[in-house]
């Protein structure tokens, strides 16, 4: 790619501190990216104000803007190809993206999210942890296709469940995990080391 930049998108709803560790990675010299555009559909997030703090483009996309889903999900893929970014990395984005939208940028769009997946899916999964009683939780690096959560995994992180873990214990472990795996999986991205067999992904020797 010579002297290119592999560029990002970053979407999300809240706090922000997967993007900010990727940011993190990135200024480090660590993760060989740039981080385009940050993209929010809640305008309060602090995430937005996350990437104002590093110098980077932040927006926010008012889902009652549009009359419909088909139409919110049109603006965002206009705003992401007028970037012309390599990847999109969902980091807190609380909206289900529609199939034009996953067609879009089919194969370029990666979510992280707080359980070993296929286990526990959707929302609250580190409650549904704890309910199921398993010993062991973790977060997974996917990449989005139609279904919630059911994309091709590409890494995971193991994290104990103890038994005085509680749902905001239990997150904040697993948080940390997600702020070491996401860089990496965007890095094995960024060197095009992974491969794609139905479900199964594969990484490609350095």
């Known amino acids: 790619m010579g002297s290119k930049k592999f560029k990002l998108a970053v979407l999300v709803s809240g706090q922000g501190t997967n993007l900010q560790a990727l940011i993190d990675q990135i200024e480090q010299e660590v993760l060989a990216a740039e981080i385009s555009i940050v993209i929010s ?16 483009k932040s927006h926010f996309l008012d889902r009652k803007s549009y009359s419909g889903k088909a139409e919110f999900d ?16 969902l980091a807190g984005f609380m909206r289900i993206l529609g199939k034009a939208f996953i067609n879009s940028f089919a194969g370029k769009i990666i979510n992280i999210h707080p359980s070993l997946l296929p286990a526990f899916p ?20 996917h990449f989005v296709d139609e279904g919630v959560d059911s994309g091709p995994i590409i890494l995971q992180s193991v994290v104990p469940v103890y038994d005085s873990d509680d749902e905001e214990t239990l997150s904040r472990r697993i948080l940390e995990q997600e702020h070491d795996i996401y860089p990496r999986a965007v890095q094995l991205l960024v060197e095009d080391r992974l491969t794609v067999s139905e479900r199964k992904v594969t990484q490609k020797k350095n």
């Open 41 to 56: 559909n809640v305008k309060e997030a602090f995430a937005l104000e996350r990437a104002k703090n590093h110098g980077i």
């Open 74 to 89: 049109q603006a965002l893929i206009d705003l992401l190809q007028a970037e012309a970014v390599d990847l999109i990395c």
């Open 122 to 141: 959707g929302l609250h999964p580190q409650r549904q942890a704890l309910e199921h009683g398993v010993k062991f939780s973790g977060c997974t690096v």
